[in-house]
């Protein structure tokens, strides 16, 4: 609900929520999907600005409409997660994971994370980064994850970033 929760009395609100779709086709006994999807609601800031703040009792923008297409690919120990998203007002971002199966319960995964305003070119943000993760248990999964991030048009170094996950189903 968050921000689509229409009462009366929260800051912002508004009369409808917004609709995102995503349809997926899987062949090649899931070593291969396309997909492609979609999301439209309101903004309450336009052009996107990372740094822009909502101020209370703020009113909603126009509409906006963000259209992708993804890719997922495995060929034998090496996978490939792809997705490119565009929103209407110059805004896309591209993220790309291509991981490798080092043996059946460790992997080494990479990421490559891309936003970027066609109309600023210093609010671009890129990060990248790799994880080496190990499947303990079946339901028993640890990762060690470190990404660096990096913005403006030169690209200058902001953040890195490393942390150990653990997982864990029931």
């Known amino acids: 609900q968050g921000a689509n929760l229409t009462a009366s009395n929260q800051i912002g609100a508004r009369e409808r929520s917004d609709v995102s779709s995503r349809l997926e ?67 896309w971002g591209a993220t790309a994971e291509p991981s490798l199966a080092l043996t059946d319960t460790l992997k080494f995964i990479g990421y490559y994370d891309r936003v970027e305003n066609q109309a600023n070119d210093l609010v671009g943000k890129t990060a990248m980064g790799g994880a080496l993760a190990w499947q303990a248990y079946p339901k028993v999964k640890l990762t060690l994850d470190v990404r660096g991030t990096a913005s403006g048009s030169d690209q200058t170094p902001r953040q890195t970033l490393a942390q150990l996950q653990a997982q864990t189903g029931f």
């Open 25 to 91: 086709w899987s062949g090649l006994d899931g070593d291969l999907t396309l997909g492609a999807s979609i999301y439209q609601g309101l903004s309450q800031k336009t052009p996107w600005t990372p740094t822009t703040t909502i101020a209370a009792g703020s009113s909603w923008g126009p509409n906006h409409t963000w259209g992708g297409g993804h890719l997922k690919v495995k060929l034998g120990l090496l996978a490939i997660q792809a997705e490119v998203i565009n929103r209407d007002d110059l805004l």
